[in-house]
């Protein structure tokens, strides 16, 4: 278009505006992909934890920590307002956990399956393979997240080994953006077994195997209100500590939250700026052309067609920034993610709706940045502006 | 049919506070449809003001004296908005400026589609004005060039289908032959002189060029911001009061 060979007149001057909303826009970019993979383990974590208490040992948080009795889930079961009680035994698969920045780190995890009786309402889905059944107890198989199957670079029926131990693959599931991509998901005895393991023979030997468990879910009757059983349960049995979806949201998701917030407002700071570039460069633009507007002027283009020319430049100078931008953003996260593939973090989730927004925020930026030296431009004499030097 | 009518001009221009420029002091014209008329005078003398005016560039002072009055084709344009004013300019006028003007990012063809489109000329129209335009001139081989390859007297030949892409009823040329040598000058002149001639266009210019004004059906002559002598060769030279006082003051 006409427009964009003015852009052309002061090439490197335009280049530079233009990186400048490049930078503000690749910044967005990156870090809403990083807010929007710290929004997905959230909500993937609220939900998991809504409408059910996980009971740990006291000490311990999210099911790492000390070890509890089997025999503590048919006490559970007693109280009121609880449906089913399901003993699990959840362990890191490695111990070095430099690895870990965000999300989960890779675990596995033990329970008997079915033993929620169809209470388990977070959706898990099977890319390829089956579920386990109860009638793996004993065996060991395994079924495995999406990000560990890609790090073991395993298939249905390979083997894979899980702290030294050989487990048969099963069913590897779809992605859930959240914790479960993580996870290698056992049958109960044989997490115990691994999990016995970890302890000291002093303390291993005073454990019966069979009733080692790191955590309980229970699930409420119908009606009953998660809450309410959390504190009977924290009455009732000791050395342990219950979490709620609520307890969840309010750790976790205020803290999320604010990351969220330092993320998006370094994001948009950098683009302020950019923005800021983009009003100076069409300041200047309109100087040098005062001439050419007086004579648009004088053969009859109106104030508004003269404000029209220089927003519509500015807007594709936004344009042009946030499409680079995006680029430059798309390339980044992809790298990143790759990088972090082999330790099975996945940091950036850049989303349809973060590009387009991206590059739309980009485009009215520019806009909005030409406005105030197009007002301008369009209230120029046109006598005094044809004179001008 | 008097195209273009004027009568008490006056424009103050304000430099600086205490600076005021009094630039046209009441002048009264008129403009016949198909005529070709020059505006000459010595520097500060308003004729540039009174191009301004007569352009609709801006508007006539309306204080400080008898209300002013502007007729286009017998149309009241004296008192009209910026807006309204830059629409008749787009649509009904045409303008040749000194310094040729051209949109330096814009080829020959362009730059004329530029005032077509001001002027509302859309689409494929707009092309086929502006090429006929360029051929009135004779310069439709170089229609495809940039000013900064053409050269002067050629850029004020693009100038002038610019200025007359929109069919104007009037065009106003500003020292149309100032920055040319004598050859070009004398291309320009011809080619208004055709337009005057042959197609009926009023034309009206502002030269220090005592040939175009002897090209012109008359010369008006300009001296501190009033019109010294109008050039009607058939009526009364209206010479101003101020002029008369002296005289009779003498004789008395």
């Known amino acids: ?389 | 049919m008097a195209i273009l009518e004027g009568r008490n001009l006056r424009k103050t221009y304000k430099l600086s506070r205490r600076n005021t420029v009094e630039a046209l002091k009441g002048v009264e014209i008129s403009i016949e449809q198909g005529e070709m008329v020059a505006i000459m005078g010595p520097s500060g003398s308003g004729k540039s003001t009174l191009m301004h005016i007569l352009g609709l560039l801006h508007a006539p002072d309306p204080n400080h004296g008898p209300a002013p009055e502007l007729y286009l084709g017998g149309e009241n344009v004296a008192s009209l908005s910026d807006n309204a004013r830059t629409r008749i300019r787009a649509r009904r006028m045409g303008f040749v400026f000194q310094d040729f003007n051209l949109v330096p990012t814009l080829t020959a063809l362009e730059n004329v589609m530029l005032a077509g489109d001001y002027a509302g000329i859309r689409g494929k129209q707009a092309r086929q004005a502006a090429v006929d335009a360029l051929a009135l001139v004779g310069l439709n081989e170089r229609a495809d060039h940039k000013p900064v390859e053409l050269s002067g007297g050629e850029q004020q030949r693009v100038a002038l289908a610019r200025a007359l892409v929109n069919k104007p009823e009037i065009i106003l040329a500003d020292e149309p032959t100032g920055n040319l040598d004598s050859d070009r000058s004398a291309e320009v002149l011809a080619l208004l002189r055709q337009f005057n001639r042959e197609h009926g266009q009023t034309i009206v210019l502002v030269t220090h060029d005592a040939e175009v004004g002897e090209a012109c059906d008359r010369v008006i002559r300009m001296r501190d911001g009033r019109i010294r002598d109008d050039g009607q060769r058939t009526s009364v030279n209206r010479a101003t009061p101020t002029m008369a006082l002296p005289a009779m003051a003498a004789s008395a």
């Open chain 1, 1 to 389: 278009m006409r427009l964009v060979r003015d852009l052309g007149r002061r090439k490197l001057r335009s280049t530079l505006t233009i990186t400048g909303i490049t930078i503000g826009i690749m910044a967005l970019v990156v870090f809403g992909s990083m807010a929007n993979k710290i929004d997905a383990l959230v909500k993937g974590g609220s939900e998991y934890y809504q409408g059910k208490v996980t009971v740990s040992a006291k000490g311990g948080y999210m099911g790492l920590g000390g070890v509890l009795s089997t025999k503590m889930a048919d006490q559970i079961a007693t109280l009121a307002g609880v449906d089913v009680v399901v003993p699990s035994v959840q362990l890191m698969l490695n111990d070095d956990v430099s690895g870990v920045s965000m999300g989960t780190p890779p675990m596995i995890d033990g329970a008997v399956a079915g033993a929620d009786k169809g209470r388990e309402t977070f959706p898990i889905h099977y890319a390829t393979g089956r579920a386990l059944t109860a009638a793996d107890e004993g065996s060991r198989v395994v079924v495995l997240g999406s990000d560990l199957a890609r790090q073991f670079n395993a298939q249905v029926g390979d083997t894979v080994t899980l702290r030294n131990v050989k487990f048969q693959v099963v069913g590897i599931l779809e992605p859930t953006l959240t914790a479960p991509d993580n996870s290698a998901m056992v049958p109960l005895a044989a997490a115990q077994q691994l999990y016995v393991r970890t302890l000291s023979d002093l303390v291993a030997d005073r454990l019966n195997v069979n009733e080692i468990a790191t955590g309980l879910v229970v699930y409420p009757k119908p009606g009953a209100d998660p809450e309410k059983i959390a504190d009977e349960i924290d009455a009732n049995v000791a050395g342990i500590t219950t979490m709620t979806g609520k307890d969840f949201d309010q750790q976790i998701g205020a803290a999320t939250s604010m990351l969220n917030a330092i993320l998006i407002g370094i994001g948009l700071l950098s683009l302020v700026i950019g923005g800021l570039s983009v009003i100076n460069t069409m300041a200047m633009s309109v100087a040098e052309r005062t001439r050419e507007i007086g004579i648009k002027r004088a053969i009859g283009a109106s104030r508004w067609r003269i404000r029209r020319e220089i927003v519509i430049e500015s807007a594709i100078i936004g344009l042009i920034g946030g499409l680079t931008g995006l680029g430059l953003g798309y390339v980044i996260t992809t790298l990143g993610n790759d990088a972090g593939r082999s330790s099975a973090t996945i940091l950036f989730d850049l989303t349809f709706g973060t590009a387009f927004s991206s590059v739309a925020f980009a485009t009215i930026l520019g806009a909005a940045a030409g406005f105030i030296p197009a007002w301008h431009a369009s209230r120029l004499d046109p006598v005094t502006a044809l004179r001008y030097e």
